[in-house]
């Protein structure tokens, strides 16, 4: 069973209510349809369960849900919270507008939450010790430009970190840092597919169709790091609805995108000391309206999920694997090969 999320790589936890599948704490379900979801409460994202237990995950997930009485409801959407702290989301009938603002909504508003919180908790950090420093009668001149550049970053997030660990076809696992969703554009290809130029730590490469959706789906939420305010969702929402559907969304959304994103003329730039926290997030992926980036990020999203629900099952538990084998690399990157080899020695594996 798998554990862990298919776009941040985080364990995606457990819970003891559900016997079928203890896999979660927080689980959305919709009985009519079948379709069960797995939140991921590092980066909110659902994650479409494949699995062949889900029926009877969904029956038992029904019943604790109606048994329990710890719980808000409309006509098409309930929220209820068991005992053992797992929440659970249950999904009736709503128009897919009602349930794409109502999921959506929930979504961004607590990454959007969440990061407001850091953001602000970093700051005060900073106004401590230049609080601190005054105090003290020390000299603030150089040291306060270095502050306010350390506030900078609490904000928008450091340009090195990385950002996402993805497994590719042509260039296999890749590290992308914050400052790379800068020098990234989307485009429309020839035959209105997607296409993805991504820039990642030694290389870039450009992905077409499935992968760029997929690879797409997993930076997106990164440059969207304050989701978005009701107002952002309701504007991505729309946009959807009035191209018909997510996958006729996406084949002009790329070009559009790319005709309002602003190119770094100078990728150099970022790369030299004190520029590079200050100009990152002007450019490439950033640049794009929030409302066009919400868009994208919800139009990748259900494509995924209409295309596993269509029978391509494979594709999404190759997407787990991937997800768990990225995790692993991760989790390994700080162990010495000397313990890796010790371990496989102890297990007998030569």
Avoid at 116 to 135: C, H, N, Q
Avoid at 249 to 272: E, M, T, Y
Avoid at 325 to 331: L, Q, R
Wanted: overall charge positive; glycine content about 10%.
């Amino acid at each position: 069973m798998y554990s862990t999320c298919i776009f941040c790589n985080k364990p995606l936890g457990s819970n003891e209510s559900i016997e079928a599948f203890p896999v979660g704490e927080r689980l959305a379900f919709d009985p009519a349809r079948g379709r069960l979801w797995v939140v991921c409460r590092s980066c909110e994202r659902w994650n479409l369960s494949p699995l062949e237990e889900r029926w009877e995950a969904i029956e038992q997930a029904e019943k604790l849900y109606r048994d329990t009485r710890r719980r808000v409801s409309t006509d098409n959407i309930g929220l209820a919270r068991l005992a053992e702290g797992t929440t659970l989301v249950r999904i009736g009938e709503p128009q897919r507008p009602e349930f794409a603002a109502w999921r959506y909504g929930d979504q961004f508003g607590r990454r959007r939450t969440r990061a407001l919180a850091m953001a602000g908790g970093g700051i005060a950090g900073v106004v401590a010790v230049i609080a601190g420093g005054a105090a003290a009668g020390m000299a603030m001149g150089g040291f306060g430009y270095l502050i306010f550049h350390a506030g900078h970053s609490m904000v928008f997030g450091r340009a090195e970190s990385v950002v996402a660990r993805i497994r590719t076809e042509q260039h296999g696992v890749i590290d992308v840092r914050r400052r790379h969703l800068a020098e990234s554009t989307i485009m429309t290809e020839g035959d209105g597919s997607l296409g993805l130029q991504l820039r990642f730590k030694n290389g870039q490469g450009h992905f077409t169709g499935p992968e760029a959706e997929r690879i797409a789906s997993i930076v997106l939420p990164q440059v969207n790091r304050f989701g978005g305010a009701k107002s952002a969702v309701a504007d991505a929402v729309r946009s959807i609805e009035q191209a018909g559907d997510s996958s006729r969304f996406l084949q002009v959304a790329g070009q559009r995108a790319h005709s309002l994103i602003k190119p770094l003329a100078d990728p150099a730039k970022l790369r030299k000391p004190g520029t590079r926290q200050m100009e990152f997030n002007k450019y490439g992926l950033f640049s794009l309206p929030s409302a066009q980036r919400l868009a994208l990020e919800m139009a990748l999203h259900e494509e995924a999920e209409r295309r596993a629900l269509e029978g391509e099952l494979a594709t999404l538990e190759q997407a787990w694997r991937d997800a768990e084998e990225v995790a692993a690399i991760a989790d390994n990157l700080f162990v010495p090969a000397g313990v890796e080899a010790d371990l496989r020695r102890l297990k007998g594996d030569g």
